[in-house]
């Protein structure tokens, strides 16, 4: 072992296989070698999505070139094979989510599929008339809005616990809200728009103290934070895997095996059945039983390629650097006069929201652009999180893996020449 | 490559600084609201009208630079006219930041043309057109960019 090794292992939980250089991890990036109006490519959009590393990349391309066919069906070798490199897929999900069983693990297309899920099957069976469905008002649209449809389908009431200043959720709040009609809560580890790491094991013990079932949005934590479900005792977790390095469209949902088992199908077809007569259908056990009609095998191969990317280099060691830069960005960018950074929470994942005096974020986001540095702008789909802070949009720069400290640098540079074009 | 300079030119950034008609008609005669979804704009634009002829339009809102100043120079340029100049104007306008020729002299909206390097803000350009034609139309519906 290397000295450099050894370091990080001393302050790792996990054993990377070599010291954490950012340089190395680049050049797994094809993408960031491109160039954007002549400059290098500065990707701090990795909120919106991330980039693939090559092993992902290829791991989908193998599995075109070689293995694809159907799952679960078929007596043919390369049908056991996708087979195997589906459920191995699984395998690594449960390991990373650190479930109890592999079959807690329910593919769906993203994120905000899984929480549809989760509102339509077991939402429309335990909520009724009366009852309330607890979220925060950090949450991206795709938690809220698939409980205001349950909601108005049962006559629920949707109940949102506020949040501080800093952009922290106020957990008194949230203990006043929670009685004994609160069926659901619904929160979100990560805020995508503000970064706030939320104290979700607490918040999870207190709902479960008011028999409420839990979900967590983990879309944003999962880039940046080592997830036990266990640990955290959620009954359900979901995340998209394209904001972890895998391709786009395909998703998980966690949930506890006695809630999926008691759970109804979301979507009817194949795949989720063990018998089918005209007159009765006998459903698949979990989580075939939510996984209608042929899935996206090889989706679910790139997600399996993006997790084990991610082991090897160690979530933690991956967190360390990432909250670098973050500490990194708050005072490169607050030293900017003018800038103002929106979300200031003491426990923050690697995500900088900030608004100019004077200037709006669109423009910002086009000066930005024109200098390589791709950043979002606008509400980032937390409407409710602007009106909270008075703003109708903010610049979001979001770190991953990849990103250094230069990009950074590249970033208030060029938010200096907004200030020249537009100030 | 298209320049920053092509988009922020001085009038545009003067009116984005100190948009004229901005402000809300008393009695209008036809009001409508504007929003572009994907970026949190709002605009609100309402006419006077003195027979077929805009007498007065104004609008309000939030929104970003060129929105502003598209807004408040689309004020300006539309006092005056009637309804049908300023369907034509709209139309030509769009052609413009769309990059079309299909378009006649646009005067002081020129400024604009150096939209058309810039594709993901046509809409922010094109907000309160469309709203100032959904209020010539009597629209009761929020108009949407997207």
Excluded at chain 1, 216 to 227: F, I, K, N, S
Excluded at chain 1, 276 to 290: A, L
Excluded at chain 2, 29 to 46: F, I, M, T, Y
Aim: glycine share 8%; aromatic share 6%.
């Amino acid at each position: 072992m290397s000295v450099a090794a050894q370091v990080v292992h001393t302050h790792s939980k996990v054993e990377p296989a070599v010291a954490f250089d950012v340089e190395r991890i680049r050049a797994d990036f094809p993408i960031l070698r491109e160039r954007v109006y002549g400059h290098p490519l500065v990707y701090l959009d990795n909120a919106a999505t991330s980039q693939k590393p090559d092993a992902v990349i290829q791991a989908m391309l193998e599995y075109y070139r070689h293995d694809n066919a159907n799952i679960h069906r078929g007596v043919h070798l390369l049908s056991q094979r996708a087979t195997n490199a589906y459920e191995a897929a699984r395998s690594a999900v449960h390991a990373f989510l650190h479930s109890e069983l592999a079959s807690e693990v329910v593919f769906v297309r993203g994120a905000t599929e899984a929480i549809n899920l989760v509102a339509q099957t077991y939402g429309r069976v335990h909520v009724g008339p009366g009852d309330e469905v607890l979220i925060t008002a950090m949450e991206h649209h795709s938690n809220i809005v698939p409980w205001q449809i349950l909601c108005e389908e049962k006559g629920a009431t949707l109940s949102v616990a506020p949040i501080d200043d800093r952009g922290e959720v106020v957990l008194d709040e949230v203990q006043k809200l929670l009685h004994p009609r609160t069926k659901i809560v619904s929160i979100t580890h990560v805020s995508n728009a503000l970064g706030t790491v939320n104290p979700v094991r607490e918040m999870i013990r207190m709902a479960h103290e008011a028999k409420a079932v839990v979900l967590v949005d983990g879309a944003q934590a999962v880039p940046h934070l080592r997830v036990d479900v266990q640990d955290l005792d959620c009954d359900f977790y979901v995340f998209s895997g394209h904001k972890i390095y895998g391709p786009t469209g395909i998703g998980v949902l966690y949930g506890k095996a006695a809630l999926l088992d008691q759970m109804p199908p979301y979507q009817g077809g194949g795949e989720m059945i063990s018998s089918v007569t005209f007159e009765k259908t006998v459903y698949n056990k979990v989580p075939h039983k939510f996984e209608a009609g042929t899935p996206d095998i090889g989706g679910v191969v790139g997600l399996g390629a993006a997790i084990a990317y991610i082991s090897a280099q160690g979530v933690d060691a991956i967190g360390m650097h990432e909250h670098a830069l973050l500490m990194y960005g708050m005072e490169k960018l607050s030293a900017i006069q003018g800038v103002r950074i929106v979300g200031t929470a003491r426990e923050k994942a690697a995500v900088i929201s900030f608004v100019m005096d004077g200037i709006h974020p669109h423009d910002i986001g086009t000066i930005l652009d024109q200098e390589g540095v791709a950043v979002r702008t606008g509400h980032h789909c937390a409407q409710p999180v602007m009106d909270r802070f008075g703003i109708p949009a903010t610049v979001r720069a979001s770190f991953a893996l990849y990103n250094t400290e230069e990009e950074i640098d590249a970033l208030a540079r060029c938010i200096k020449k907004v200030k020249e074009v537009l100030g | 490559m298209s320049d920053l300079r092509d988009i922020y030119q001085e009038v545009i950034l003067e009116h984005a600084k100190a948009p004229r008609n901005f402000r809300e008609l008393v009695d209008p005669h036809q009001k409508a609201e504007g929003s572009n979804p994907l970026c949190g704009d709002r605009c609100s634009v309402s006419v006077a009208m003195d027979a077929a002829v805009i007498k007065d339009i104004a609008f309000q809102g939030s929104g970003c630079a060129i929105s502003r100043a598209s807004a408040s120079m689309m004020t300006q340029a539309l006092k005056g006219k009637t309804k049908e100049e300023a369907e034509r104007l709209f139309h030509d306008f769009q052609e413009m930041v769309t990059g079309g020729n299909g378009h006649s002299d646009m005067g002081k909206l020129q400024v604009f043309a150096g939209i058309s390097g810039f594709p993901t803000r046509v809409k922010c350009a094109t907000l309160a057109w469309h709203t100032m034609h959904a209020a010539l139309h009597g629209g009761r519906e929020p108009v949407s960019t997207e």
